[in-house]
């Protein structure tokens, strides 16, 4: 139990500076409220209202967000292969090839069916 409290020490530190800034966030702030504080920003541009189903997004946006999932995931397994190389020897060169030409693969599929351009 004595290896956990460092981590339960820290997590309550974290927790406490959390509630300690929004706190005083909420004190020291200023307290100007006006109808355009509350309107949705949209960068400068009046925003555009939207239909009472919700409105409908581009698939790009999902497509975008799955791609940065799949390349950070595979950033996530490098580093420990990377640690580990000495001991995994040849069998973990062979295996770490093979995952990154399947990423290569579904990189190479998405860059041809043009779905990293931005429109």
Do not use: H
Request: hydrophobic share 55%; glycine share 8%.
């Amino acid at each position: 139990m004595n290896v956990y409290i460092p981590i339960l020490v820290l997590g309550l530190l974290a927790f406490g500076f959390a509630v300690f800034s929004v706190a005083a966030a909420t004190f020291t702030g200023p307290k100007r409220y006006n109808r355009a504080k509350y309107d949705a920003y949209e960068c400068g541009v009046e925003p555009t209202p939207q239909p009472v189903g919700g409105g409908r997004f581009p698939v790009k946006y999902y497509l975008t967000a799955m791609l940065f999932i799949i390349f950070d995931i595979e950033i996530v397994f490098l580093y420990p292969w990377a640690v580990a190389f000495d001991q995994l020897a040849l069998f973990g060169l062979i295996e770490m090839f093979l995952f990154i030409i399947t990423v290569l693969v579904v990189y190479a599929y998405v860059w041809r069916r043009r779905g990293l351009e931005w429109d």
